[in-house]
């Protein structure tokens, strides 16, 4: 060739995506390609496989091959794109098709045949081309196994080539191997048999596809997994039939498996038999079902999954799936089942070499394995009641699983991309030279070549790698999603007949459960699952787990109507089923939450949107008072008016009362607390109840000064803008200002104002006192949410006084007219909203009342203790049993809160942790100093958290607050379950409620009223 020719040829096949022009070129001298080198349709159809240097080379080698027929195939390339495409594309992605051509020329005329209308041969087309190859071979003088191999190849060669032209999808290509693989054991079994004919005679044996094979998903290069069952034939005894069948099934495996100069077809393997490599290779029908009825394990009837006749005697091929089919379809009611398969795929991740990790496309996070595993274990779990899921094929039950509404159809679309993309990595990479490998090329050559035989033309390995690992981070999402899914434990832990429920099925499960009103019960379930609509699918997954969850409460009826009502209000919306079904424990929390009581039910049925908190990964953790403030005052800035305002505020606020309660609700379910409780009907340690108390009063309490501080700035604004005419403060008292409100507290504040330079005082005075009414007033507004009633009586001269005084007025009454109750009270002062600089020096003006410089004389010590006895006398309600009434009873609340100041007012201004407004605080400062000893200590804070748990249980229980145990029974039961007592401890709890106050007391007699 001239420089010149050789110089425009060497671009020309760069342009074309050839590596090695070089080589190309010289491809490209020789006499034989001559046609092609000439031809610029050839050089572009080459240019557009996979590897075109491949793709020459293996043309080169079939051309030399093919002697006098290489004009034939160089004229009939040249004429029809159709061969054209499918030879240069196997060419150019199958080395080892390309090393089969060379050996058998004459196999390209395989590729000219099939057209549209037989473009998917099935199992009896692949019989007939393997039974022909057979013919010739034996007119060659082929051994049968020999003749076998070359038939299994030349079929190959044409699903590839339908494979890498897009003729046949991913699936298709799939099934079509397995097809190739199911006629090719009936053939093996074929020559066996005619080698052995007296075994033949004295058994029936059916091969069993197990697997990939058996799911009719095959890939190109794979164990074909099979399991053998044989039955005596011809008056054969037992034993002898079943050696026969051995041998047969050996001779079989070997035929498959066996390298020749013909190369091998693929392995046969056997080991997920009975016992696997230690078990016999060959059983009875009955040995089979012994085996799985009494030792198999589940990954077993996970692989029987897939099981499916294939080769054999046909009919007791049938009878064995018949058979083993009810005993897949109950491997979900395994104990253990769901935890067994999700750690049987960890350990299958951790025994991945660390080296391999990254590249293993099979096995490694984010693989095929993880696709497979999570379709298997909702098709075993679910699978028992819909026959709709019972599919082999990993693609078919994913889509039946979307199409029933158990994965969601976006998930199901994710995943059904993500498979058929990683498969098609599979197909390719087995393709290249026929090998069993799962690893994605390290090399540039490789990577480029599978890059470019999946479509990447531009940047062919970074696009793959691009598209593989967002593929990959898609499918290791949705596994965590759907294979660790709570509520799939639940489903599998149902009986089978609980989970589709005939009416009458349904009320005899429903009056078992608990559930007072079977038949209204029974109307919201049709209410609810009736139909066929998507929705109707979805709550016939949920319900079943539902109804248990609602019968372990203390009043399922209510559980079950508060979750009608909430399906109702969110029915069309379309994230709200999503969600309980995929999305961690949100079901099960919705469940308990809708049974526990009427606050947080009533609460959500008012804005049913908040049920989305209870799916989000941080959705019940209390959010603080900076965001909350924040996120309250940008709502009143947007308001159009106060009224408006108030409304949003009011809006965070029940909202956030909602996460608070049922965070509470979520967290005590099934704990005992303090030591005492019962759970489950025994009792038990748990956990102590200290912590949640201090978690609901910290989050109520920063809830409420949120909204006080929307309430403020709605007041301001709506007279005067952005700036009031005086600084103006809220001082959180009681509880409030202890942090320590419960679900139905009131805001005990008081107010405190400072007029602006210039301002006169009337005028400020004026301002400050309409501020304050104003935010009382909006407060208390009329709407769907919570109110928060402002309590100011703890202002000087009580409700006798003016509602809002200066820092100056203040200071004046307390230097003159301060009664020691007041002092004492100051307390828990703490500013929650307002001018921050104000607030502070508020505090700085009652610290010395609070704190006495000299402690308390004798005469303020009798005074409080007298203040005491009195309430004690006076204000316990008519009737009310002093041992069960938690702020006035005897041990309660106001025992303890009052011992505690009363050590405070005494001893504070010399031990400064005794400075605070919150009681645990307190009680464990004194404990520190030495002013309680341990056991005192201990047993104060034990009975103070009880009593405002059970404040706190009974608003949680019947939606308004109370100071002692409900009267109504299944009120009783609830709040004792939110204690951590389960049925019938009802009893218990009462006795532990008055045991742990009596002691309690016994401390306040000493301390507080000295002996």
């Known amino acids: 060739m001239v420089p010149g020719r050789r110089s425009s040829t060497f671009s020309r096949l760069v342009r074309h995506g050839f590596t090695d022009p070089a080589m190309a070129g010289r491809l490209l001298e020789a006499d034989g390609l001559a046609a092609v080198r000439d031809d610029p349709v050839l050089l572009d159809a080459l240019g557009a496989t996979a590897d075109p240097d491949l793709a020459l080379r293996g043309l080169a080698r079939l051309v030399e091959a093919a002697g006098e027929d290489a004009r034939t195939l160089l004229d009939t390339l040249a004429a029809a794109k159709p061969l054209r495409d499918r030879l240069l594309g196997v060419l150019g992605a199958s080395e080892a098709l390309g090393d089969h051509l060379a050996r058998h020329p004459a196999d390209w005329h395989a590729l000219v045949t099939f057209e549209t209308g037989d473009l998917h041969p099935d199992t009896a087309a692949f019989e007939q081309a393997l039974a022909d190859g057979l013919t010739a071979g034996r007119e060659q003088g082929l051994a049968p196994s020999n003749a076998l191999r070359a038939a299994y190849r030349r079929c190959l060669l044409t699903i590839a080539a339908r494979d890498v032209t897009g003729t046949a999808d991913v699936a298709q290509t ?52 099979v399991i053998f069952v044989a039955e005596p034939h011809g008056g054969t005894a037992e034993g002898p039939a079943l050696q026969a069948a051995a041998r047969l099934a050996s001779r079989m495996m070997r035929i498959c498996s066996d390298a020749t100069p013909e190369g091998t077809i693929w392995p046969v393997d056997a080991n997920l038999r009975p016992e696997g490599r230690n078990g016999p290779l060959v059983r009875t029908l009955r040995s089979h079902l012994a085996y799985y009825q009494r030792w198999a394990k589940t990954w077993e009837f996970q692989a029987l999954l897939k099981a499916r006749p294939v080769a054999g005697d046909p ?52 693989g095929l394995r993880d696709v497979e595993f999570a379709v298997q274990l909702l098709q075993l779990v679910h699978g028992r009641s819909d026959a709709t899921l019972r599919s082999g094929s990993t693609l078919d039950a994913l889509a039946a699983l979307a199409a029933g509404g158990y994965v969601g159809r976006a998930d199901a679309a994710a995943l059904d991309a993500a498979y058929r993309f990683l498969r098609a990595m599979e197909h390719r990479i087995q393709l290249h030279r026929l090998r069993r490998t799962h690893l994605v090329p390290e090399d540039e050559a490789g990577l480029r070549r599978l890059g470019r035989s999946l479509g990447f033309r531009t940047d062919p390995v970074a696009e793959l790698d691009r ?79 539902l109804l248990g969850w609602f019968a372990d409460s203390a009043d399922p009826d209510a559980g079950l109507l508060n979750f009608h009502k909430v399906s109702d209000a969110l029915g069309k919306t379309p994230w709200y089923l999503r969600l309980l079904r995929d999305e961690g424990a949100a079901a099960e929390n919705l469940a308990r939450v809708l049974s526990a009581g009427r606050l947080a039910p009533d609460l959500l049925l008012r804005a049913p949107e908040a049920v989305a908190i209870l799916g989000a990964p941080e959705g019940l953790r209390p959010r603080d008072r900076e965001s909350l403030e924040q996120e309250t005052l940008a709502a009143v800035g947007r308001a159009e008016d106060a009224e408006a305002a108030i409304v949003a505020v009011r809006g965070v606020r029940r909202r956030e009362l909602f996460r608070t309660a049922a965070a509470d609700i979520i967290g005590a379910y099934g704990r005992a607390g303090s030591g005492t409780g019962v759970v489950n009907g025994s009792r038990g340690t748990g956990r102590d109840h200290g912590s949640r108390c201090d978690v609901v009063g910290r989050a109520v309490s920063d809830l409420n000064a949120a909204a006080l501080a929307g309430a403020l700035r709605a007041a301001v604004r709506a007279e005067w803008g952005d700036t009031l005419p005086t600084r103006f403060a809220v001082i959180g008292m009681g509880r409030f200002g202890g942090h320590e409100q419960g679900y139905g507290s009131d805001a005990d504040v008081l107010f405190v104002h400072e007029p602006r330079d210039g301002v006169g005082e009337e005028e400020a005075a004026k301002a400050a006192f309409a501020v304050a009414n104003e935010m009382r007033r909006l407060l208390q507004l009329p709407t769907a949410d919570p109110p928060l009633p402002i309590d100011a009586d703890l202002r000087p001269e009580g409700r006798s006084g003016p509602l809002v005084r200066t820092l100056a007025s203040y200071a004046a009454y307390y230097r003159r007219w301060s009664l020691v109750w007041e002092s004492q009270a100051l307390l828990r002062a703490e500013p929650v909203a307002g001018d921050e600089e104000l607030g502070r020096r508020f505090l700085e003006l009652v610290d010395p009342l609070r704190y006495p410089e000299d402690g308390l004389g004798d005469d303020a010590v009798r005074e409080i203790r007298r203040l005491k006895a009195r309430m004690e006398r006076e204000r316990l309600p008519r009737g009310a049993d002093r041992t069960l009434h938690t702020k006035l009873g005897r041990g309660g609340l106001s025992d303890v809160e009052w011992t505690v100041q009363l050590l405070q007012m005494r001893h504070g201004r010399a031990v400064p942790a005794l400075r605070t407004t919150r009681t645990r605080e307190a009680l464990a400062a004194a404990r520190a100093a030495g002013l309680l000893a341990s056991d005192e200590a201990r047993i104060l804070d034990e009975a103070w958290v009880l009593a405002t748990s059970v404040r706190n249980a009974v608003m949680l229980v019947r939606g308004r607050p109370g100071d002692s145990f409900p009267g109504d029974a299944r009120e009783l039961a609830a709040v004792g379950r939110y204690l951590g007592y389960g049925p019938g401890h009802v009893g218990d709890m009462l006795d532990d409620y008055r045991r742990t106050t009596r002691r309690a007391r016994a401390v306040v007699e000493d301390r507080f009223y000295g002996g």
Not at 177 to 202: M, S, Y
Not at 315 to 344: H, I, K
Not at 473 to 491: C, I, M, S, T, W
């Open 174 to 225: 799939a099934a079509e191997l397995a097809d190739l693989a199911t006629a090719t054991l009936r053939a093996a079994l074929g020559i066996a048999r005619d080698e052995h004919p007296e075994d033949a005679a004295a058994c029936r044996l059916a091969v069993v596809g197990m697997g990939k094979c058996g799911g009719h998903e095959l890939n190109y290069v794979s164990d074909v997994d």
């Open 315 to 366: 009919v007791l091929g049938q009878r064995y799936a018949d058979a083993v089919a009810p005993l897949v379809w109950q491997a979900a009611e395994r104990d253990n089942f769901v935890p067994d398969v999700q750690q049987m795929r960890r350990r299958v991740v951790a025994s991945i070499p660390a080296d391999r990790v990254d590249r293993e496309l099979k096995l490694g996070p984010g």
């Open 467 to 545: 598209e593989w690992r967002r593929h990959a981070r898609e499918v290791r999402r949705l596994h965590e999603k759907l294979f660790y899914r709570p509520l799939l434990d639940a489903v599998a832990q149902l009986e089978p007949g609980e989970i589709r429920l005939s009416p009458k099925a349904a009320g005899q499960r429903l009056e078992a459960l608990g559930y007072a009103d079977p038949a209204a019960a029974l109307r919201h379930l049709e209410a609810l699952a009736s139909g066929v609509t998507r929705k109707a699918a979805i709550q016939r997954t949920l319900l079943p787990v």
